[in-house]
C-alpha cells in the first residue's frame, strides 16, 4: 500500500481512483464493508482504491480537549487500512488552510484536480468543507458536474448494534472487551514503542515497560489483565492506563506494562499489547507504600488469572 503525504505529494499516476473519505478510527467492521465495497469498485472499473483521511482529526483540531478518545494512532490505522487491501491512502493535514476550504472547493481540490476521482463511497450523515456545509447530495450533484459517482455506504448492524466508532469506545470504557471484538472483527489492542519513564516502578520493585501512546486521550483507563506480543511470542501481565495521579506527572494517558516472569531489555522495542479484563480503576494513594501495595494486589490477580487461563497462543 502507498502512503502518500499531503496533496503536494500528489502526482500524476496517482489520478484516476475509486476513493471513501473519514477518520476509520479504529478501522471496525462497519469500516471494513465500505472498504470492501471500495475494492469490489475498483475491481469492476479497474482503478485503484484510495482512502482520504485527516491527521489531526477534525474534531481534535478544533476541540482538542473534548475530542473522542482515539482507538488507534495513524501509524496503526494506516496498517489496518492495508490489511484490508487498501492500494493508497492520502493522509491531508488538518489545520486552519484545509478547514477553510468550502465544499466546492474541497471537492475540486482534492477529489477532482487531486485525485481525478471516478467513484466516490461515503455514508449518508458525511460532511465536510467550511461550517460543515457539504453534505452527500452536495456530492452528488458534483459527481454530476465533474463525472464522477458516488454511493452511499450502509449503516452495518451487529446483533442489532449499530457498528461505529462510538459504541467501539462506550465498550471499552465499560471493560466490554468481548463486545469491542465483536465490533472491531478482532481483539482491541495498542502498539507503541517503549520508552525511558521515571523509573519510579522499578524502585517499588515491579519494573515495567513505558509505552508510547502518541494520543492526548486514550479509551482506557484503569488497570487491565493484558497480554504483550515480544517477537512473536504473548507473555501474560497486567497493564496500567492513566495519568499517574499518585505521582506528579505531565498530565497526559501513560501505559506502563508488568510482565509476568520476562526478563530483557524492552527499551526502543514497538510492543502490542492485547487488553483481557479491567482489574480496577486508576486511584490516588496516599503514599508510595500504599500505591506499592496496590500494585502488588493488582500482579497477586493476574499471576491468579493467569495461571487459571494460561495463554496458549501467540496473538496475531
Sequence with gaps: ???????????????????????????????????ARLRERGQALGLPTCVVIFEPQPREYFAPDTA?????????????????????????????????????????????DGLGVRHLEVGD????????????????????????TVEAANTVI????????????????EGDFELAEHLLGRPYRITGRVLHGQKLAR????????????????????VYLASIVID???????GNIGVRPTVAGDGR?????????????????????????????????????ALKSAIDADIAAARAHWHAQPLTKSLK
Design 232 to 238: 512473536g511470542k504473548a507473555w501474560p501481565g497486567v
Design 158 to 173: 451487529q446483533d442489532g448494534l449499530r457498528v461505529s466508532s462510538t459504541e467501539v469506545r462506550k465498550a471499552l470504557s
Design 68 to 112: 473522542p478518545a482515539r482507538l488507534a494512532r495513524l501509524r496503526d490505522k494506516i496498517e489496518l487500512l492495508a490489511t484490508e487491501g487498501i492500494d493508497r491512502v492520502l493522509c491531508l493535514a488538518f489545520n486552519q488552510r484545509l478547514s477553510k476550504l468550502s465544499a466546492d472547493a474541497f471537492v475540486k481540490a482534492i477529489l477532482v
Design 253 to 289: 494517558p501513560h501505559l506502563e506494562i508488568h510482565l509476568l516472569d520476562f526478563a530483557g531489555d524492552l527499551y526502543g522495542r514497538r510492543l502490542t499489547v492485547e487488553f483481557h479484563h479491567k482489574l480496577r480503576e486508576e486511584q490516588r494513594f496516599a503514599s508510595l507504600e
Design 1 to 35: 500500500m502507498q502512503l502518500v503525504r499531503g496533496l503536494h505529494n500528489l502526482r500524476p499516476e496517482h489520478r484516476g481512483c475509486v476513493a471513501t473519505i473519514g477518520n476509520f478510527d479504529g478501522v471496525h467492521r462497519g469500516h471494513q464493508a465500505i472498504l
Design 203 to 222: 524502585q517499588l520493585g515491579t519494573p515495567t515497560a513505558n509505552i508510547q501512546l502518541k494520543r492526548r486521550r486514550v479509551p482506557l483507563s484503569g
Design 125 to 148: 450523515d458525511f460532511r465536510f468543507g467550511c461550517d460543515r456545509a457539504g453534505d452527500f447530495a452536495f456530492l452528488v450533484e458534483a459527481g454530476n458536474a465533474y463525472g464522477f
